[in-house]
């Protein structure tokens, strides 16, 4: 298993470091969004994922119990699904989906903090070397720095090293791996267009 986490992040500090310098430009006159569209965007949100489910397979973490049976808990505050979900979506008729591109990036953004603060409040090593650092890095290099006042993320936790702490770890990761894949698609979404 440890071996598997190891190429995930090799993997992905590999595609990072190759992708450094792509970008696609914005044109002229378009809406300000808190999403800096690089080419580098959906190869972070992908590494992300792969880190979030690399460590939800640390059976060490979450010692006691099976972490794969447990129920995710999301962070529902931000209202990203709703955000992100297109106002037209009727398969049916084959129409162009529409979002707000703007709103829904600005709430996973949002979510982005309150995850990276929720996983910095555990101090656990495996958090901070994979899925904190994958937060930074595509926060850093997808969204402005101006889209979020810092001051809205704050976290309060009062953590214990117990069975409680590990199942509501357990619990807090299934949410961010569902949240993960909702960035995945929207990425996909936004820049493919």
């Given at each position: 298993m440890l071996p598997r986490v190891c190429t995930y992040l090799a993997v992905s500090t590999l595609c990072f470091a190759l992708l450094w310098q792509c970008s696609i430009a914005v044109p002229l006159g378009a809406r300000q969004s808190p999403l800096r569209l690089t080419g580098m965007c959906n190869l972070l949100a992908r590494s992300l994922l792969w880190n979030v489910s690399a460590v939800l397979e640390m059976d060490h973490l979450f010692s006691g119990f099976d972490c794969t049976q447990q129920n995710a808990e999301v962070h529902i505050r931000t209202q990203t699904v709703s955000a992100c979900t297109p106002q037209n979506s009727n398969c049916a008729?084959?129409?162009?989906?529409?979002?707000?591109?703007?709103?829904?990036?600005?709430?996973?953004?949002?979510?982005?903090h309150y995850y990276r603060e929720t996983f910095r409040a555990y101090s656990k090593p495996e958090l901070t070397k994979?899925?904190?650092?994958?937060?930074?890095?595509?926060?850093?290099?997808?969204?402005?720095?101006?889209?979020?006042?810092?001051?809205?993320?704050?976290?309060?936790?009062?953590?214990?090293?117990?069975?409680?702490?590990?199942?509501?770890l357990c619990k807090v990761l299934q949410g961010f791996n569902l949240r993960t894949i909702t960035i995945n698609r929207v990425f996909n979404y936004i820049l493919s267009k």
């Open positions: 008729h084959g129409a162009v989906l529409n979002i707000d591109e703007n709103e829904c990036l600005q709430r996973i953004l949002e979510d982005l994979s899925v904190v650092r994958s937060i930074d890095e595509l926060m850093q290099n997808c969204f402005s720095v101006s889209a979020m006042d810092n001051s809205l993320a704050k976290v309060s936790m009062d953590h214990q090293k117990s069975f409680q702490e590990r199942l509501q």
